[in-house]
Each structure stands twice: as C-alpha cells, then as structure tokens.
C-alpha cells in the first residue's frame, strides 16, 4: 500500500513554471514506478510524465518542457513544468504500481493522489 499527496498546484501565466510534488507513504517507495496524469475538463485523464527506476518517459505534448524526478529518500517525486500553455490546464495526479514492465495508461496504476488543479492564463 502506498499512498500519495500531491502539491504545488496553481494559477500561472502562459509561458511561466510551476512544480508539482508528489509525497508518498510506505518504505518500499524506491521500488514503485510513479507517473503524473492529467485531466482537463470534458477530456480523458492523459499521461504527462513516469519515472521507473532511473529512467524517465514523457508524453509528445511534454517534451522539452516538463522535467520528472524523484528523490527516494524524500519519498517525494517531482514534476517541474517550464514555458508552460493554456492547454497544459488540467487537474494533475500523481499515481504508483509497483515495479514492472513500464507502463503508461491510467488503469496500469494501482495508487492515485487527490490531485492539483494547474491553471495556465493566456
């Protein structure tokens, strides 16, 4: 069991930053692949960015822009979100399954957050 709260959250012009934090229970955190998923309004929740072990995977819309890291002794993973758009708004989640072949669908994950609210103004 694992469980997951995310922050960092807010309202941010296009073209600014923000970073997410993903904070994690359990002693096993180094041992769980976690990604960050979005859903906007009236859209299915997508895949934005994953980390298993040491390697790191990102969606198209993302890349070059958003920086996914982890830091297992914090049990903490982080989502750093650069030149930020109108269309990154979304409500992002943090999710966890433990350790296997990389995965990058909702219904892969076992673990969900809450959720934070990003909202980008043009």
């Known amino acids: 069991q694992v469980q997951l709260v995310e922050s960092g959250g807010g309202l941010v012009q296009a073209g600014g930053s923000l970073r997410l934090s993903c904070a994690a229970s359990?002693?096993?955190?180094?041992?769980?692949?976690i990604a960050w998923f979005r859903q906007a309004p009236g859209k299915e929740r997508e895949f934005v960015a994953g980390?298993?072990?040491?390697?790191?995977h990102y969606a198209d819309s993302v890349k070059g822009r958003f920086t996914i890291s982890r830091d297992n002794a914090k049990n903490t993973v982080y989502l750093q979100m650069n030149s930020l758009k109108s269309e990154d708004t979304a409500v992002y989640y943090c999710?966890?399954?433990?350790?296997?072949?990389?995965?990058?669908?909702?219904?892969?994950?076992?673990?969900w957050g809450q959720g934070t609210q990003v909202t980008v103004s043009s």
């Open positions: 359990g002693r096993t955190f180094g041992s769980y692949d």
């Open positions: 980390t298993i072990s040491w390697s790191r």
């Open positions: 999710a966890a399954r433990v350790s296997r072949t990389w995965a990058n669908t909702p219904s892969s994950y076992d673990y």
